[in-house]
């Protein structure tokens, strides 16, 4: 028996409502796989409209005595479920490896980012504040308090199983939120067994409840029609993001959304250019390259680019693609057939356009959904890969002269989320990061991601910040008592 079949026999795999494990109304399961092999790892609940109803029933029965809940009770649940995690990080470890397929020393990174929001929020819980002032004619007496926002629908992608719930999870339950999570199709059993860890962490039912599906829209339509949800939080692509703010209006939805990004990852001619290649390893092909912060674009001050890209092209071409699972490998499959053949087609029209492949360009043969690390020099402005989110491990590089150039082509895309520069001038790397139009700024860094720092998008990137003491303000409504 091998360690996954051994955790697999322990796995919740049906649906997650007030506080148990369930069958749907329907009975249907849906298949997830392993994209190292394209084999069934699990049959999984498949959860539709009526389930999503027995959901909000449960999250709605519950909602007014979760808000009333100490806030320090509250901290002490989240706490619990942080240190639960943390014991429990080879299993989560491995199951994200198993089901969506990054190396295993990146799941266990992400159990340990993952399980920070929760002891973060955990934290902020206790520090929730209003506040207290006259009226200018010093007629009246001014009290601020903030209420939980109240059942929170979130909806989550794949290419973080654990970590884009949590940063969810983690303060909505801290502000006093119920909520219901509709995790990706492709890794639904991340999100099920930490439901079974809140759980055991103490969490009362009804306050979380997980719904796989194959079909979202039948989860979440419903949910975003009936007046007793009150929000709905989401990461994941542009295009679902408009489908659901467009939805939310019918409610007048309180909305987070974290959304697309075509990062731009800019290298000046004064920067160190080693630091630069290790930041662009990190930011490139860190999870594969699925990541909405991912590097999508390198764009090089032509004075170096050659330097950077032979040594960028070194660095790519010795990393060992293969499962998540196997010791040395540093990049496994994407997540699926339909994810590759994006990659593919993008690194297709790129060459096609004039880009030089310097390394890689093509998928793997056999089983799994492999694809070569890859970069691609000279990429024309007119590729679809500057224009669109790569979500693979493709370096596309385009070359700049001044720092205007560099500057206009960086904010050259209605994607505003992450953007990195690379500059040893510090007079520099504070005009850049100023005029960058993007929610997030790395400098000299490759990895920006921090559970303390606002995560979020402006343009088409989204609304709203994750993380930091940001984060618990998107739960909570700003309300006003006026005192004579
Ligand atoms: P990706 O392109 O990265 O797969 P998506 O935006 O398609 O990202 O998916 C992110 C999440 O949104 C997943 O949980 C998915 O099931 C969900 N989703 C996809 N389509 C819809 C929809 N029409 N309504 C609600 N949720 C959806």
Do not use: H
Not at 98 to 115: H, I
């Amino acid at each position: 028996m091998t360690d996954f079949e051994r955790l697999r026999a322990t796995l919740p795999t049906g649906l997650w409502i007030d506080g148990a494990q369930t069958d749907p109304i329907d009975g249907g399961t849906f298949p997830v796989y392993d994209p190292a092999t394209g084999t069934l790892i699990a049959d999984v609940a498949d959860a539709g409209g009526k389930d999503a109803m027995r959901a909000l029933d449960s999250a709605a029965a519950v909602q007014e005595e979760w808000a009333a809940t100490a806030p320090r009770q509250r901290s002490i649940i989240l706490r619990s479920a942080w240190e639960k995690v943390i014991e429990r990080t080879d299993d989560l470890a491995l199951l994200m490896t198993m089901e969506m397929g990054k190396a295993l020393p990146e799941s266990r990174g992400e159990v340990n980012y993952g399980a920070e929001f929760l002891r973060w929020f955990s934290e902020e819980a206790v520090r929730i504040q209003g506040r207290y002032t006259t009226s200018p004619s010093g007629s009246g007496r001014i009290m601020v308090t903030k209420v939980p926002v109240g059942p929170t629908l979130a909806v989550t992608p794949w290419n973080f199983p654990l970590a884009m719930g949590t940063r969810k999870i983690g303060p909505a339950l801290a502000a006093g939120c119920t909520i219901i999570v509709k995790p990706a199709e492709d890794t639904p059993l991340t999100m099920l067994l930490l439901a079974e860890i809140f759980a055991e962490a103490g969490l009362p039912a009804g306050v979380l409840s997980v719904l796989p599906a194959s079909n979202a829209a039948a989860v979440t339509e419903p949910l975003l029609a009936d007046p007793r949800l009150r929000k709905v939080t989401f990461t994941g692509s542009t295009r679902v993001g408009k489908i659901l703010i467009e939805q939310s209006a019918q409610q007048v939805l309180r909305t987070s959304m974290e959304l697309g990004g075509n990062a731009p990852f800019v290298v000046f001619d004064d920067a160190d250019i080693d630091a630069a290649v290790e930041g662009a390893m990190a930011a490139k092909m860190r999870n594969g390259g699925e990541a909405c912060t991912a590097a999508n674009r390198l764009i090089v001050a032509n004075s170096v680019r050659e330097e950077f890209t032979t040594k960028l092209t070194g660095r790519i071409a010795a990393l060992t693609v293969g499962p998540g699972s196997e010791d040395g490998t540093n990049v496994g499959p994407l997540v699926n057939e339909k994810q590759r053949r994006n990659v593919a087609s993008l690194v297709d029209d790129a060459v096609a356009a004039g880009a030089r492949v310097r390394t890689g360009g093509k998928s793997v043969d056999g089983p799994g959904y492999f694809f070569q690390p890859t970069v691609l020099d000279e990429v024309p402005a007119n590729a679809r890969i500057v224009r669109e989110e790569i979500f693979g491990p493709v370096a596309a590089i385009t070359g700049f002269d001044t720092e205007a150039e560099g500057v206009a082509a960086a904010n050259d895309t209605e994607y505003g989320l992450a953007a990195y520069i690379y500059t040893q001038n510090v007079d520099r790397a504070f005009r850049v990061a100023d005029k960058l139009e993007s929610g997030m700024v790395g400098v000299n860094r490759g990895v920006i991601s921090d559970v303390a720092a606002p995560f979020g998008g402006v343009k088409q990137s989204g609304l709203g910040s994750e993380g930091g003491t940001e984060g618990i303000e998107e739960y909570l409504e700003t309300k006003y008592v006026g005192f004579a």
